[in-house]
């Protein structure tokens, strides 16, 4: 296996001729992209345009078909490259929590520490405390997920993949299996990552975050990516027609 070592001066995330196809279903065909350090970019579109996929295919939790991904210039689609090193980088927080129901909340947080990390048991507490804090939660360290709301798992769910010291964070519409409620919790741990310069991935229906928070703002459909740029220039004044019809059903 080769030893990844990160570059510096190079994008957090470049994607190159990416090609994705699940049989003969083309569902990413040859997209070029990048996440730029400290950066916040929001991916939009409809159901089914290759969204969630591009951004499972970044970690390798999806095998691409063809094309080249790299992450702070690691080439992760390398054959012989340390995937789970790599991975070590990138925080991923998926649309459903994924917690571990017969875990307390601290017990998810430090598993991984432990276990990838190899870190002791109370450097693991440490840490997962100071990351419950940031994210509002540190009364629910005994807690188990069933006794959660759906935003506050998903809050843990982001101390979790914070607590893994990642240098990025992939978001695949983290708030859409939530009461609208509760949306806005998740979406305030979220900008608060962005102002400490986190950088940030996030596939999402948020249209006002990606105006708020998102330094650029991608619109897919059919795969491929149509229109890219500034989040409220892209909202206010779409250029393309497919983008347009999107955003007036959405906005």
């Known amino acids: 296996m080769t030893e990844p070592q990160p570059r510096t001066g190079v994008p957090?995330?470049?994607?190159?001729?990416?090609?994705?196809?699940?049989?003969?279903?083309?569902v990413l065909k040859g997209i070029d992209f990048h996440v730029d350090n400290s950066d916040v970019v929001c991916v939009i579109g409809p159901s089914g345009s290759g969204k969630s996929t591009l951004l499972r295919c970044v970690n390798r939790l999806e095998e691409p078909t063809s094309g080249k991904i790299f992450v702070e210039g690691i080439e992760i689609t390398d054959p012989d490259v340390d995937v789970d090193k790599v991975r070590t980088r990138i925080g991923m927080v998926f649309q459903s929590f994924n917690l571990f129901p017969h875990l307390s909340v601290m017990r998810n947080l430090t598993i991984?520490?432990?276990r990838v990390k190899k870190r002791g048991k109370d450097e693991a507490v440490e840490v997962a405390r100071k990351n419950l804090q940031k994210v509002?939660?540190?009364?629910?360290?005994?807690a188990f997920p069933a006794h959660?709301?759906?935003?506050?798992q998903?809050?843990?769910a982001i101390a979790r993949a914070l607590s893994m010291d990642p240098d990025m964070m992939l978001f695949d519409e983290p708030t859409s299996a939530l009461d609208p409620e509760l949306v806005g919790d998740v979406l305030g741990v979220m900008k608060d990552l962005a102002t400490e310069g986190m950088t940030m991935m996030v596939v999402t229906h948020?249209?006002?975050?990606?105006?708020?928070?998102?330094?650029?703002?991608v619109f897919m459909d059919g795969g491929v990516i149509?229109?890219?740029?500034?989040?409220?220039?892209?909202?206010?004044?779409?250029?393309?027609e497919r983008t347009q019809s999107f955003l007036s059903k959405v906005l």
Do not use: C, W
């Not at 957090?12 to 083309?26: C, M, P, R």
């Not at 249209?207 to 703002?217: I, P, S």
């Open 12 to 26: 957090a995330i470049d994607v190159q001729n990416l090609h994705k196809y699940f049989g003969d279903n083309e």
């Open 112 to 114: 991984a520490q432990q």
């Open 136 to 142: 509002g939660l540190s009364e629910k360290e005994d």
């Open 148 to 152: 959660l709301s759906g935003g506050q």
């Open 154 to 156: 998903q809050r843990v």
């Open 206 to 217: 948020e249209m006002g975050f990606a105006r708020e928070v998102g330094d650029k703002l």
């Open 226 to 240: 149509l229109e890219e740029g500034d989040p409220t220039e892209v909202l206010a004044n779409p250029r393309h």
